[in-house]
């Protein structure tokens, strides 16, 4: 099974029903954003998607291990921003000198380079969110879950990590799942947008971005991005109206 398949997957929460019976697929090395409301049940879809929570339906999802990536990190705060980066790679078998090689090269491109020593507390909450990023990134999985992975980046470095996300996607071809309030980075960073209704969760919409790979920051400009953009604003909109 190299693609996921959401089919027909209701989930209760504290004894409500949260998802209603939302289904949706994802074909292997594609890319999708769910949107909606606050309390539309995006995130208890996606932790019912990497098997975190019960569901009634079927969730199908590629063999081995899944990288999910919560709203809020976790960070380990005994370790060294380092050796919480070395977590996933060590896991594998990584030494913790080859880890160091791999991981050191991208701490600059993540804004954390001169912090890799430091504990978790002193960093800022956008350079926390940077590292459970990078981390979440090193499990290699051919599926990763992301709950508003750039929720705390300010504007200018989250479009930075939106591009090197891009890259990452198109280098090891693995498949994201990404929960967000932010219409363009939704349409920016997927090939699917799934919009939801607000409580109980269900598909409003499933929207196909028409926007070739790699994406760029001219993409912002194109025409295509615009319009499906505005589109996916919209429908929000027009259902909480």
């Known amino acids: 099974m190299s693609k996921v398949e959401v089919r027909e997957v209701s989930v209760y929460y504290e004894?409500?029903?949260a998802?209603?019976?939302?289904s949706f697929s994802l074909p292997q090395g594609k890319h999708l954003a769910i949107i909606g409301p606050s309390g539309c049940g995006k995130t208890t879809l996606l932790k019912a998607v990497a098997?975190?929570?019960?569901y009634e339906g079927e969730i199908l999802r590629p063999?081995?291990?899944?990288?999910y990536m919560p709203q809020k990190g976790v960070l380990l705060p005994w370790f060294f921003v380092l050796k919480n980066l070395e977590i996933p790679l060590l896991i594998r078998g990584?030494?913790?000198?080859?880890?160091k090689e791999r991981i050191y090269p991208l701490l600059e491109q993540f804004g954390l380079k001169g912090f890799e020593n430091n504990y978790p507390k002193v960093l800022s909450g956008g350079m926390y969110q940077r590292a459970s990023l990078l981390r979440t990134l090193l499990t290699d999985s051919k599926?990763?879950?992301l709950d508003e992975p750039f929720g705390a980046v300010d504007a200018l470095n989250r479009r930075k990590l939106w591009l090197y996300l891009e890259e990452m996607r198109l280098k090891?071809?693995?498949?994201?799942?990404?929960?967000?309030?932010?219409?363009e980075e939704a349409v920016f960073l997927s090939d699917i947008v799934v919009i939801m209704h607000d409580y109980p969760g269900k598909v409003q919409e499933i929207v196909n971005v028409d926007i070739p790979h790699p994406r760029t920051i001219d993409t912002l400009k194109d025409q295509t991005f615009i319009s499906t953009a505005e589109f996916v604003l919209s429908q929000i909109i027009n259902e909480n109206s």
């Open 15 to 17: 004894g409500f029903l």
């Open 19 to 22: 998802v209603d019976r939302v």
């Open 51 to 54: 098997g975190l929570m019960p």
């Open 63 to 67: 063999e081995g291990p899944v990288g």
């Open 94 to 99: 990584y030494s913790s000198k080859k880890a």
């Open 143 to 145: 599926l990763l879950l």
């Open 172 to 183: 090891f071809y693995f498949s994201t799942i990404m929960v967000t309030h932010d219409v």
